[in-house]
């Protein structure tokens, strides 16, 4: 349920405002280097702080409890634990009754029966992809030379980012966005057919990841528009280089040595400054809603991380299933 | 590699120009009435013959192998295979290098190191689908009250569909579509945070079909347009009844008892009839490539039905996960 | 649940007295030849009518549905079907109320509500280790030069194989026996420590075998009278060659390049023709059960083949996913 | 790989001598009151201290990272970590090169190419198993009413425990032992056929336990020495209780509600205080190898509980996934 994976295989647990969230990293081949410093520079980009962001600063600080001797993996499981210390947990607890839109609240009391840590959303936390991050660079060092690059293509539909959030922040609202990665390097042969396609795994992560609504690999959505004649990629040479990328790298499931493609659609930040009008369980009336604390203007400027971090995963996982 | 599911479990095999092409399903609770002809209405839909879509005639008739005694499934595994009958090998077997661009003949023929059996597609067919079909239809009963229902939306980037095919035929070309498809009466709590949230699953079985390219779910891509005042969705009542949906029935990877709504991408027919400039593995040219047989020209007319069996096997297994 | 393994996956299905019985083979890599009379050696030795086996003959005649192509594996999916010829249905028929002893009836009747198929014991049936074996042929060729090899130890209690057999058909009764299984050319390293130990996963298999009451590994049971310095395997070279070999080949769940070794207790075959008091369902009281049909005297004679099939297939697991 | 369970997941961790070592638990219901305290009895009994097991004391306390809110289960995964306080990493450096008989050093230096975290057997240490004994706490809560027990029942092939450990103390030696378990109040049903059956799952589990080598359910390798009219257990009733219970309680791989019992064996320690006579990779030697450090006498005294606790995770498993 919170494990994914055959050969490369992650396990995540924790809760935003209890001790600790971590993850377990299992079939991670023995002697790659690393350290806690490795992680800094991911963990950074992944971190609150900049504008649009929320004002949360947690330290952030990566502690391996197993798995690593030497500054080098064993080839048993990695577990890396990031502690809750910035936790203010009085913020949240009114919100039992009061159910923030957008948020796992409503789910998360019906499904584990009144039972779930309500502090911050608990496990359905976006702290959680604290763990992502970290088993994304060692998943990077495993696929090397093979390399991942997301990043922001457009906020609020638009190009001009900074504009954007100012106005969000201003009308103490959210703004969502796109997120566009791409995998060069890749050796032909990843991926395997139907269940397994990359397409399939890639997507299974992505979709794990909070605020994701859509995804789309090569020309995605375009390409229903299209004709076969337009769409198809016609192979220019031996080793599979083809004239156009629609399939976005990708035949039948399995890489195709062209780069692989993908853009991922991020709502808007769910938690807003702004009154909201939405039904308390306790008075059984529609009621304003106001949330108080801290919160991301736009949680999509703190994605394209997690989505490198979830891609190399499920790369690394074919690439140890293959051997090549 | 070829399975999926937790406890309603399903694995393909097959090729299309085989034997014969097949499914085995685990986990199905006993006690279900299941007759041979059962499957006749969504095998139908599936099927080709109308206009748009490839003029081979399979008779697709299910044969039950295994798992359904006196009319009722057992509780052990149900096997059903289909034999290939209408099998035209001769179509295929000059395209050892002259390789079809869209088709998975490349990828194949490197990951397999050319063990792989070419001919249709071998195991890389539209025909495995078939099997995903015949799941759906056990998996549809399972879930009852929940209601399937997928659609073609859009053909072409248009709404008039049949104009749109007529063009794309008379031009011997294809043509990609737009599938739209709801899940309605679904019991709040189904789906798993993280990594069995509802959208990774379903995704995860979506783009094993093939000719899929994009997935959205609730607002999807819009959403990233969007602020979180227009995007949340406020709650109306004690059940969870929302006055949106842009979440598409989902919260935090649970259903939350709205109607669940994803459109899925699907692209042109790789197979046309028009000429095609691609490489010559064989002389090691670029050269024009005819592809005879049998072709749709619009794929995405016979994929709800495979979008309503995968969807249905997904529900099936996080419904028999919780006993809800 | 009917399925195994991780990278070579076995998935099974059939009843004894349904269409057919099989296997469906995932993760065998391409290339591998493998003809339909390949398995005659192993199908004949598993095969009944011997001294001490029932003289129920099928042909046990594989059809291979999948996955090979021009006579080698493709990569895809390996379905083999062993179709029911040789059915008597109607000697099962009046034992739906007064159960057999010693078989799975009063278990799966109250575990599918009713539903199972009881003809011949169904799913449960001995017959299903029919794909075992098949698989076991493929697995063999996969793990060359690794060697396994089982054979019968004792029957009965008695090295005099023939006599125990010959006073327990006298006696209208059946009787059990020993299986050794060892496996030789084994690499260092393969297993994983904790919950994929070799011996977890060998012994999962073996266990999955109808009529195993027990495996012991090396010393086994005996181990458990020894002292530390009787036990313990000291290192005789660089290649871990050990003096004794006390563990069976196996330390921490690791395969440590010595031979391989187990036992495995059979228990008498369930059926027999002797009279039983046993209670009646419908009567609801403890009446005299006389079962007539083919029944084996011994079926730990039909059993060698069948562990030295799982154990090739658990080996050919821990082979591929280490790729040595 | 370190991994195992369908609903109720079990993952764990650490090295003998690193920070610490834990298990995550995935499946667990929400609700279930836990505290911290609850696992001291079982830790209690797992624990060193007693004639007969080590002097290294360490203090086992149980530290809760996630899934427990407000005293009880919250549904999210359970992290519980020991940390390793009581280390004497100096006792183990020397043994680099002349690797201990019996122990998994020598595989461990292969598998992962010399990374292994060599200190105290690291991950091979029979330190992690308090994660199971932590996790089998909580699965005995969720199996209540079935109630598991495990026991000694030999020593040293001796029923007076005390003389046999007296005995191998005084010779600086080790000396193994039987422990037998049984499970009451089984409901009907439990289990699956062939891979899942009770007897391939706790076996698997029961054979990650370092030091087990051999397992038997009911009359076990009696049975392969008894007639079929001796072993068959007759059914005295409706709900299924039989006369004998040579079958342990299982037919079929299902629960038959009878009590299940099996038996397993207990090498002796592997590290002793006398001299062996052992390789030296280092000299390229056989050379006399002394073990200094604390170590058991007789592992099989702190195993009974350990047993209890994978049994009770084998159960929880198939109780959750049948919800009987």
Redesign the interface.
């Known amino acids: 349920?919170?494990?994914?994976g055959?050969?490369f295989?992650i396990?995540?647990?924790?809760?935003s405002h209890?001790?600790?969230?971590?993850i377990?990293i299992?079939?991670c081949p023995?002697?790659i280097e690393i350290s806690e410093t490795n992680f800094n520079f991911d963990l950074q980009r992944r971190k609150s702080g900049s504008t649009g962001t929320t004002t949360r600063i947690e330290d952030d600080i990566p502690?391996?409890?197993?798995?690593i001797?030497e500054g080098?993996?064993?080839?048993?499981?990695?577990?890396i634990?990031f502690k809750n210390t910035n936790v203010k947990s009085k913020d949240y607890s009114r919100l039992k009754n009061h159910?923030r839109?957008?948020?796992?609240d409503?789910?998360?009391k019906?499904?584990?029966?009144g039972?779930?840590?309500i502090r911050g959303g608990?496990?359905?936390s976006g702290r959680?992809t604290l763990g992502l991050v970290a088993a994304g660079v060692i998943a990077k060092k495993i696929i090397s030379p093979i390399k991942i690059k997301a990043k922001i293509t457009?906020i609020?539909?638009s190009k001009d980012f900074e504009e954007a959030i100012k106005k969000?922040i201003e009308?103490n609202?959210?703004?969502?966005?796109?997120v566009e990665c791409t995998i060069n390097n890749m050796p032909?042969?990843l991926g395997?057919?139907?269940?397994?396609?990359i397409?399939?795994?890639i997507?299974?992560?992505v979709?794990?990841i909070?605020a994701?609504?859509?995804?789309?690999?090569?020309?995605?959505?375009?390409?229903?528009?299209?004709?076969?004649?337009?769409?198809?990629?016609?192979?220019?040479?031996?080793i599979?280089k083809?004239k156009t990328n629609?399939?976005?790298g990708i035949?039948?499931?399995?890489?195709?040595g062209n780069e692989i493609i993908f853009k991922v659609?991020?709502?808007?930040?769910?938690?807003?400054g702004?009154n909201?009008?939405?039904?308390n369980?306790e008075t059984?009336k529609?009621e304003t809603l106001k949330i108080e604390g801290r919160h991301d203007t736009c949680i999509?400027l703190r994605i394209p991380v997690i989505i490198e971090a979830v891609t190399a995963i499920a790369i690394a996982d074919f690439k140890l299933?293959l051997?090549k």
Chains 1, 2, 3, 4 share one sequence.
């Not at 502690?63 to 798995?67: A, F, K, Q, V």
């Not at 080098?72 to 577990?79: L, Q, Y």
């Not at 609202?173 to 796109?178: A, E, F, M, P, R």
């Not at 994701?212 to 031996?238: C, P, R, Y």
Request: proline content about 4%; hydrophobic content about 35%; glycine content about 16%.
């Open positions: 349920m919170n494990s994914f055959r050969i295989k396990s995540i647990f924790g809760e209890g001790k600790a969230v971590g377990t299992n079939g023995a002697g502690e391996i409890l197993s798995g001797f080098k993996t064993t080839g048993s499981p990695i577990t634990i159910l839109p957008g948020h796992a409503f789910v998360a019906n499904k584990y029966s039972f779930t840590d608990g496990h359905f959680l457009e609020g539909g969000a009308e609202d959210s703004i969502g966005g796109i032909i042969g395997e057919p139907f269940f397994d396609s397409e399939s795994v997507s299974h992560l979709f794990s909070p994701v609504k859509g995804i789309e690999f090569g020309s995605g959505f375009a390409s229903a528009k299209m004709t076969g004649s337009e769409h198809n990629d016609l192979i220019l040479n031996e599979g083809t629609n399939a976005g035949n039948g499931g399995i890489s195709n659609a991020i709502k808007p930040t769910s938690s807003i702004k909201q009008e939405t039904f369980f059984k529609i999509a299933i051997n």
